[in-house]
Each structure stands twice: as structure tokens, then as C-alpha cells.
């Protein structure tokens, strides 16, 4: 025994790893004698709040790891939550608030006021006076808060992080790594009902809320997944474990049986070489220009009602070649209960255009304004969903104003990821910048049949890529990448 003791003292042991680990013992054992099973994460909360203080960046990393891992969890109060990552959040935002309290040059001038950084304080400007005129204004607040916690973390904060190749990678490996594991469990249990179509719900708890989120982040990481093969092509064993990660991915994303993420996918591919060939603005105009005309069509004399289903036909689907038809000939049940919450998101946008009914407050009014004819099976929502369309969830709960913020914002960051993408001489950091535009158009084509901005899966790559790509503007060197 006294010469086990006398080995480990001759030991080069790290005192505070020594802490740490009597610390850890300590908490399991107080956890087991208690039964009061929290208290055995008390080791991990020290060490974040040493992190916190003497490198936050390792606390933002794992943040990123986190996000394909966290749950949804309601609290008996009704009030829900993303764990781990929005404590996460919430604590980074607080810490860097305090750094920026001390230290305001850790934001830098150019970042600060480029012209995306202003129209985020526009948009969160206009959330926040939205709110005061909310028709329910606790909701409002709380999505006010959300909001903040996404904003400053994964744009202010990762604006400042991320400003060279190394991070920029490990970010990348971070995210992919997590995501990677929840593909394995996914499709493990998908295997075991033989990928069917109507049991993929069955498989996605506890990492995902349903099968939209889970296809729609597969969809936002596989650019950069695709491009990575690019980033070690010198490197033969990584370059080939990113393309079986590809086309893994690429094959979870089929038996995820999402039309959405299937879209975005592939006017993903298009919108490369749109950008390539420097025919964005042109492509948005276009874009713009057919929404307006299909706007002024419905609602002239009332012709949206061409497209009420019939009751009858307008149910759910066990197969997903049914599902498509009925798609095609719109008798999908969640397509037309779309339909229904999207005519009465019109009439909302009309009946209150300057500020909306505040932020987070379409559930809370939306059934006086539907009309009955386009109403589905499912429309008592018990689940209580969203409009399934971004855009105009911002016009009803911001206004028209709040929904022309949001565009420029969009319309802006494409515009200059273009410019970035082809002012750029160096072929690895175009292909970040490329990876990075592409996942965000990836977005955009999402928030166009869903409202998933506001979850965890897809709202914290949104501010993070708005973040990466002004940083891309901005360096002229090329950010570490050789």
C-alpha cells in the first residue's frame, strides 16, 4: 500500500485535474447516498464555469456539438426548452455580455457596422417595439428573449470566434460529429420497421421533434459535408470517411420521406450555379416577381378558393408514392392544412399590417380569421403549430414592416455572399464560402413551407451562417486557409 501511495506522488498528477476528479467522485457518491440524481452534474458545471471564465470558445464548441443532441423539454407549467443547448445559450450570452462590458473592442468596428450586422438590430429593434403592441404580451417576450440568446450567441459571439480556418473546422467536425450519431440511432431503429414511411415518427425521440427537423438539419449541414471532400483531398483517409458521411446522409435525408429538405436539396445544386454565374439578384427578382403576381391572383375576386379540398379526399397517407400524388393533386392533408392556416394568415396580415399581432402570437389568434371551406381533419391543432410558412408568420406577428426587414436581411446576405464568393482567390475559402451560402439559401427554401427559425436544429445555423459570411466579406487575407 505505502508504495502505491509513494507511486502516486512521484506521479506529474495535474492538481486541478486531482480536484476535478475527487470532485466527481464526490458528486456520484452525494447523488447514489441522496437519490437526488442532479447533483452528479455538478462536476460538469464547474468545469463549464471554468471554461467559461478562461475560454468560452471551448463552451461555444461544444454548444455546436450539441445541437443534433438536445431534446425538447416541457415543464409541467407548459413552458418548453431545448436541452442542453439553450442554458448553453443563455449562459454564453451573459458571459460575453460581461466581456463586452470590459472589453467593448472584442467586437470589431468593421463588423459591427456591416451593413447585415445593422439590419439584425433592425430586426431585433422592431421585435422588441412589436412586442409592446403584442396582443398577448408574455408570449411576445418570451420569444423576445429567444430571439436575443440566438442573436448574440451565434452571430456577435461567433462573429468574433470564428475568424480563421482552425475554428472554422472545428466547428464543422463539432456539429458533423454529433449529427453523425443521431443518424446511426435514427436509422438503426428505422431499420428494425424496414424504412417504412409510416414509422419514421416512431424513430427520431429523443433527438428530434419530428421528421421536418430531423431531415431539414441534415439538409443545412450536407453542403459543407459535400465540400469538405474538397477541404482534405490531400488527406485520403478523412477525404473518404467525408464522402461514406455524404452519402450517408444523403441516403438518411431519402428515408426521411421530406418533401421539404428533398427541395431544398436540389434548388440548393441550382442555386450554385446561379451564384456562380453571378445571376442572383436576377433570381430573386424573378422569385419576388412571381410571389407578388400569385399574391394578387388568389385574392383578386376571391380565386384562392379554387383551391379549397374536398373534405373527403384530404386525409393522411401510409404510403409515401400516395403521399406525393396526393401532393400533385392537392389532397394531402398536410399540404391543404397549410392552405388553411396560410389564407388565415392573410387575413390577419389585414386586419393588423402595421405591427402584427406580436411576436410568437399566431397560434394564440389565427382560427376567428381561416375560412371553414380549406379546414382539414386536422385542423383543431392540438399540437399546437405554427403557420408553416416564415415569411409570412413575420408579417402577421411583426407586420408588413417586420417581413421587409426580414427580407432585406435575406436578399442582403445573399447578395453578398456572391460578391465574397467571387472576390475570393483562394479555392479552399471558396469553398467554405460556398458551402456556407449554399446551407443558408438551404434555409430559405425551408422557412418557405415550415417555421423551423425558431428551434434549435435549423434558427442557430441561421445567425451563425449571417455571422460566417460577414466574416468572409470582411477578410481580405485568406483567414489561416493555405
Given at each position: 500500500?505505502?508504495?502505491?501511495?509513494?507511486?502516486?506522488?512521484?506521479?506529474?498528477?495535474?492538481?486541478?485535474?486531482?480536484?476535478?476528479?475527487?470532485?466527481?467522485?464526490?458528486?456520484?457518491?452525494?447523488?447514489?447516498?441522496?437519490?437526488?440524481?442532479?447533483?452528479?452534474?455538478?462536476?460538469?458545471?464547474?468545469?463549464?464555469?471554468?471554461?467559461?471564465?478562461?475560454?468560452?470558445?471551448?463552451?461555444?464548441?461544444?454548444l455546436?456539438?450539441?445541437?443534433?443532441?438536445?431534446?425538447?423539454?416541457?415543464?409541467?407549467?407548459?413552458?418548453?426548452?431545448?436541452?442542453?443547448?439553450?442554458?448553453?445559450?443563455?449562459?454564453l450570452?451573459?458571459?460575453?455580455?460581461?466581456?463586452?462590458?470590459?472589453?467593448?473592442?472584442?467586437?470589431?468596428?468593421?463588423?459591427?457596422?456591416?451593413?447585415?450586422?445593422?439590419?439584425?438590430?433592425?430586426h431585433?429593434?422592431?421585435?422588441?417595439?412589436?412586442?409592446?403592441?403584442?396582443?398577448?404580451?408574455?408570449?411576445?417576450?418570451?420569444?423576445?428573449?429567444?430571439?436575443?440568446?440566438?442573436?448574440?450567441?451565434?452571430?456577435?459571439?461567433?462573429?468574433?470566434?470564428?475568424?480563421?480556418?482552425r475554428?472554422?473546422?472545428t466547428?464543422?467536425?463539432?456539429?458533423l460529429?454529433?449529427?453523425?450519431?443521431?443518424?446511426?440511432?435514427?436509422?438503426i431503429?428505422?431499420?428494425?420497421?424496414?424504412?417504412?414511411?409510416?414509422?419514421?415518427?416512431?424513430?427520431?425521440?429523443?433527438?428530434?421533434?419530428?421528421?421536418?427537423?430531423?431531415?431539414?438539419?441534415?439538409?443545412?449541414?450536407?453542403?459543407?459535408?459535400?465540400?469538405?471532400?474538397?477541404?482534405?483531398?490531400?488527406?485520403?483517409?478523412?477525404?473518404?470517411?467525408?464522402?461514406?458521411?455524404a452519402?450517408?446522409?444523403?441516403?438518411?435525408?431519402?428515408?426521411?420521406?421530406?418533401?421539404?429538405?428533398?427541395?431544398?436539396?436540389?434548388?440548393s445544386?441550382?442555386?450554385?450555379?446561379?451564384?456562380?454565374?453571378k445571376?442572383?439578384?436576377?433570381?430573386?427578382?424573378?422569385?419576388l416577381?412571381?410571389?407578388?403576381?400569385?399574391?394578387?391572383?388568389?385574392?383578386?375576386?376571391?380565386?384562392?378558393?379554387?383551391?379549397?379540398?374536398?373534405?373527403?379526399?384530404?386525409?393522411?397517407?401510409?404510403?409515401?408514392?400516395?403521399?406525393?400524388?396526393?401532393?400533385?393533386?392537392?389532397?394531402?392533408?398536410?399540404?391543404?392544412?397549410?392552405?388553411?392556416?396560410?389564407?388565415?394568415?392573410?387575413?390577419?396580415?389585414?386586419?393588423?399590417?402595421?405591427?402584427?399581432?406580436?411576436?410568437?402570437?399566431?397560434?394564440?389568434?389565427?382560427?376567428?380569421?381561416?375560412?371553414?371551406?380549406?379546414?382539414?381533419?386536422?385542423?383543431?391543432?392540438?399540437?399546437?403549430?405554427?403557420?408553416?410558412?416564415?415569411?409570412?408568420?413575420?408579417?402577421?406577428?411583426?407586420?408588413?414592416?417586420?417581413?421587409?426587414?426580414?427580407?432585406?436581411?435575406?436578399?442582403?446576405?445573399?447578395?453578398?455572399?456572391?460578391?465574397?464568393?467571387?472576390?475570393?482567390?483562394?479555392?479552399?475559402?471558396?469553398?467554405?464560402?460556398?458551402?456556407?451560402?449554399?446551407?443558408?439559401?438551404?434555409?430559405?427554401v425551408?422557412?418557405?413551407?415550415?417555421?423551423?427559425?425558431?428551434?434549435?436544429?435549423?434558427?442557430?445555423?441561421?445567425?451563425?451562417?449571417?455571422?460566417?459570411?460577414v466574416?468572409?466579406?470582411?477578410?481580405?487575407?485568406?483567414?489561416?486557409?493555405?
Open positions: 500500500m505505502q508504495t502505491f501511495i509513494n507511486n502516486i506522488k512521484t506521479q506529474s498528477i495535474p492538481r486541478p485535474l486531482l480536484y476535478w476528479g475527487s470532485l466527481t467522485v464526490l458528486a456520484v457518491l452525494l447523488a447514489i447516498v441522496t437519490e437526488f440524481y442532479y447533483l452528479a452534474t455538478l462536476p460538469a458545471a464547474v468545469l463549464m464555469a471554468l471554461w467559461s471564465v478562461t475560454d468560452y470558445r471551448k463552451v461555444f464548441y461544444l455546436l456539438f450539441c445541437i443534433p443532441l438536445s431534446t425538447e423539454f416541457l415543464f409541467p407549467n407548459g413552458f418548453g426548452t431545448d436541452l442542453p443547448t439553450e442554458p448553453l445559450m443563455i449562459g450570452m451573459g458571459i460575453f455580455i460581461i466581456q463586452l462590458a470590459h472589453r467593448p473592442q472584442l467586437i470589431d468596428r468593421a463588423f459591427f457596422y456591416h451593413p447585415i450586422s445593422f439590419l439584425i438590430l433592425l431585433l429593434v422592431w421585435i422588441f417595439l412589436t412586442t409592446f403592441w403584442s396582443d398577448n404580451l408574455l408570449v411576445s417576450v418570451k420569444y423576445l428573449l429567444a430571439k436575443l440568446w440566438y442573436a448574440v450567441v451565434f452571430y456577435w459571439l461567433a462573429g468574433q470566434l470564428l475568424k480563421n480556418k475554428a472554422l473546422v466547428s464543422f467536425w463539432c456539429v460529429s454529433a449529427l453523425l450519431l443521431t443518424l446511426i440511432v435514427v436509422n431503429r428505422h431499420a428494425m420497421y424496414g424504412f417504412s414511411f409510416d414509422t419514421i415518427f416512431r424513430v427520431l425521440d429523443p433527438f428530434y421533434r419530428n421528421h421536418v427537423a430531423y431531415a431539414c438539419i441534415m439538409a443545412v449541414v450536407f453542403p459543407f459535408v459535400v465540400l469538405a471532400v474538397y477541404w482534405y483531398r490531400k488527406r485520403p483517409i478523412v477525404k473518404w470517411f467525408l464522402i461514406f458521411a452519402l450517408f446522409i444523403g441516403v438518411s435525408i431519402y428515408l426521411s420521406y421530406t418533401r421539404a429538405a428533398y427541395l431544398a436539396v436540389v434548388l445544386g441550382i442555386w450554385f450555379v446561379i451564384m456562380r454565374y445571376k442572383t439578384l436576377h433570381s430573386i427578382l424573378l422569385a416577381g412571381v410571389a407578388v403576381v400569385a399574391i394578387v391572383y388568389l385574392a383578386d375576386q376571391n380565386n384562392y378558393l379554387e383551391f379549397a379540398p374536398d373534405y373527403d379526399k384530404t386525409i393522411s397517407h401510409t404510403e409515401f408514392d400516395d403521399l406525393l400524388a396526393a401532393t400533385y393533386q392537392l389532397e394531402d392533408i398536410s399540404l391543404m392544412e397549410r392552405f388553411y392556416r396560410w389564407v388565415g394568415g392573410f387575413y390577419m396580415v389585414q386586419a393588423q399590417p402595421l405591427v402584427g399581432f406580436g411576436p410568437g402570437n399566431f397560434y394564440n389568434f389565427y382560427e376567428p380569421y381561416t375560412v371553414s371551406s380549406f379546414r382539414t381533419y386536422v385542423s383543431e391543432n392540438p399540437e399546437q403549430s405554427g403557420i408553416h410558412n416564415y415569411y409570412l408568420m413575420v408579417a402577421v406577428e411583426q407586420g408588413v414592416p417586420g417581413l421587409l426587414i426580414f427580407l432585406l436581411l435575406c436578399v442582403g446576405t445573399l447578395l453578398i455572399a456572391e460578391r465574397a464568393y467571387h472576390l475570393c482567390r483562394h479555392p479552399l475559402r471558396k469553398s467554405f464560402i460556398a458551402a456556407t451560402t449554399l446551407s443558408f439559401f438551404t434555409i430559405l425551408v422557412l418557405i413551407i415550415n417555421d423551423l427559425i425558431e428551434t434549435d436544429k435549423v434558427g442557430t445555423f441561421f445567425f451563425l451562417w449571417l455571422a460566417l459570411l466574416r468572409f466579406d470582411l477578410e481580405k487575407g485568406e483567414m489561416g486557409f493555405e
